[in-house]
């Protein structure tokens, strides 16, 4: 029997997760750089045109000039196998952003250092607590004016409320960046500002208290960082993989992406500490990434907006055995045997056809419509299924209508199918009929997504009116009377596709004087199968 475990052993798939700006791009773009996986740094975004040129996905894309779902970058270094995914970040964050954390063992938070903790860096960590992988941190753009350090780390452990545990300690920021010291070679990496990105600095062994490190970094930087280091042994958590592992302590790492400082080092480290694929949890129980039987699982869904070219890629998460070009398996949901055919990677903007792939990366197949998000694929005949992928709370919701009243056969094919896709989440009033649709996106892009392939794909054009709800509660007791709840004024009860009552909201505290108002109801931020 063949043993895939060698090849399993070498993939490390994670995802980079921060508030725009922070450098997720500049940092991916150095670690594809070390893995030479792409000549020039900058290609990732790339330039427009030339990006488009090999991507003829979305029409969206071109017309906004923005990439609208995510994708994967494999690479080698040393002998890793990695593949990070991206989760897109700026007006073209969507519930596929969520969904790429599912697929990820890992997740690295990228920090602006003179920001700390932003907004969708906090969404974004909820889901990686929810399944308590690792995460690792890099505070990023230490060659600008940062804030306080231990500022920076407190803000991590409140906001976020996981413990922290520097693995190495910036010298200075801005102006006065001088590198960062190694808690534990204690070694000090110098930082030249001179030094424009190409390759990573020298390293000085010296000890902290030597006098040559007042020529290296100056006297004063050299009795400061002393003091810090002294004071942070004596305070911060200890090292523990164990609790990396389980998602309950950050280590971080200082550096400056742009200037490829601290780069290269953290990713050493990252490789050293993060896991190999996890095993995911079945029907059939946990299944073991390096089992000879090919098992994953769908986690997106892309539609292709180019009139010409109909179909859907679904990208899958292989998590156990080996996939090879062409091969015959089970598609748990549709109760159907089918062949894998087309099946792409993604090399940063490329796509190309793979022949093999193992546990832990991620390919897409051509979908003629027949995958939903969450789907199992497995070659046994066991047919279990992977545990499902939860829905996301949406954040922007619009009322939608169809301007021709005479296509509302069309109008509600679309957006139930649209729906089922998973690019936008509809709602209806508690207790009336399809007659009022009320859409809900976790980004103001899908409004767009929806109004355009409402029209080119079934011909219906729609008017959307913003609503003023942003909060979405999954009302969690079962048969509980929805019409005896006391909910405040801004609070609206509707149901989802299947049924399931939900609680929309216009201000968050609501949230809670609803609760207390009554006090047999448990709310989810996150909706279930
Ligand atoms: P993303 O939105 O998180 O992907 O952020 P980008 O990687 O696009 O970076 C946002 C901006 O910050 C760009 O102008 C980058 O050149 C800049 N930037 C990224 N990393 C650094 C850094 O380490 N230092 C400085 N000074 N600027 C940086």
Not at 76 to 91: A, E, K, R, V
Not at 234 to 245: C, M, T, Y
Not at 414 to 443: C, D, K, L, R, Y
Not at 501 to 522: A, C, G, M, Y
Request: glycine share 8%; charged share 25%.
């Amino acid at each position: 029997m063949a043993d895939y475990s060698k090849e399993i052993n070498k993939r490390r798939t994670f995802a980079i997760i921060s508030h725009p700006d922070a450098g997720k791009t500049t940092l991916t773009e150095k670690l594809l750089l070390y893995g030479g996986a792409i000549n020039l740094a900058g290609s990732v975004k790339g330039k427009k045109t030339d990006r488009h040129a090999v991507s003829d996905w979305m029409e969206i894309e071109k017309q906004r000039g923005i990439s609208v779902t995510s994708s994967v970058m494999q690479f080698n270094y040393g002998d890793y196998c990695i593949n990070i995914l991206d989760t897109p970040g700026h007006q073209d964050f969507s519930e596929d952003t969520y969904r790429t954390l599912m697929a990820a063992d890992s997740a690295v938070m990228v920090i602006d250092a003179s920001k700390g903790v932003e907004n969708q860096t906090k969404k974004l960590f909820k889901v990686c607590v929810m399944r308590n992988i690792p995460i690792f941190t890099f505070i990023n753009k230490m060659d600008r004016e940062a804030r306080d350090t231990y500022e920076l780390l407190d803000d991590i452990e409140t906001v976020l409320g996981i413990r922290t545990c520097p693995i190495n300690w910036p010298i200075g920021s801005g102006k006065n960046f001088k590198g960062v010291y190694d808690r534990e070679t204690k070694h000090i990496t110098r930082f030249y500002a001179a030094n424009n990105g190409q390759k990573e600095v020298d390293t000085v062994e010296v000890e902290l208290g030597d006098e040559s490190l007042d020529a290296l970094i100056g006297k004063e930087q050299h009795g400061i960082l002393s003091e810090e280091i002294e004071l942070l042994d004596g305070a911060s958590s200890e090292f523990d993989l164990e609790a990396v592992r389980g998602g309950k302590l950050t280590p971080v790492f200082f550096g400056s992406a742009l200037t490829n400082f601290g780069v290269e080092t953290f990713l050493k480290h990252f490789l050293s500490m993060t896991t190999t694929p996890l095993p995911r949890n079945t029907t059939e129980g946990v299944i073991d990434p390096a089992t000879n039987e090919f098992s994953a699982f769908v986690f997106k869904i892309q539609a292709n907006m180019n009139k010409a070219h109909r179909d859907r890629i679904a990208f899958m998460r292989i998590c156990s055995g080996k996939f090879e070009a062409g091969m015959e398996v089970n598609h748990v949901q549709g109760g159907k045997k089918l062949r894998l055919s087309q099946p792409q990677q993604l090399m940063a903007q490329e796509r190309k056809i793979v022949e093999e792939a193992y546990a832990g990366d991620i390919i897409g197949v051509f979908d003629p419509g027949i995958f939903s998000i969450g789907d199992t694929l497995c070659s046994t005949d066991k047919k279990f299924c992977y545990e499902g992928i939860p829905t996301f709370s949406p954040e922007h919701f619009a009322k939608v209508r169809q301007v021709d009243t005479m296509k509302r056969k069309q109008f509600l094919k679309g957006v139930s199918q649209i729906a089922q896709e998973g690019a936008i989440q509809i709602f209806q009033e508690f207790n009336t009929g399809m007659e009022e649709i009320i859409v809900g996106v976790v980004g103001v892009l899908q409004f767009d997504v929806l109004k355009f392939r409402l029209e080119s794909e079934y011909g219906v054009e729609i008017r959307l009116e913003p609503l003023a709800y942003e909060y979405i509660r999954w009302i969690e007791n079962k048969g509980i009377d929805i019409s005896k709840l006391s909910v405040t004024s801004d609070t609206k009860k509707v149901k989802d596709l299947k049924g399931n009552p939900l609680l929309l909201f216009v201000h968050n505290w609501s949230i809670q004087t609803v609760l207390d108002r009554n006090k047999e109801l448990k709310l989810s931020e996150f909706g279930k199968e």
